[in-house]
């Protein structure tokens, strides 16, 4: 998403956002959203784990299954 921007256009959105929010502003923006993209990551990590497990626990009655 981010690749085709490059250096220029990162730099006119630095400088957007220094002049909508102010310089004071900028860092409480920068840390929330951070700790909004970690919950986020924590959260699709989670998800991801019991869909994993699901699956294995489906994998392992359909083993015990062929097995009787």
Known sequence: MFANIGVPGLVLIVILAL???GPNKLPQIGKAAGQSLKEFKKSTR???QDVKDES?????????????
């Open 19 to 21: 002049i909508i929010f």
């Open 46 to 48: 989670a998800l991801t």
């Open 56 to 68: 294995d626990e489906v994998k392992s009655i359909i083993k015990e299954e062929k097995m009787s």
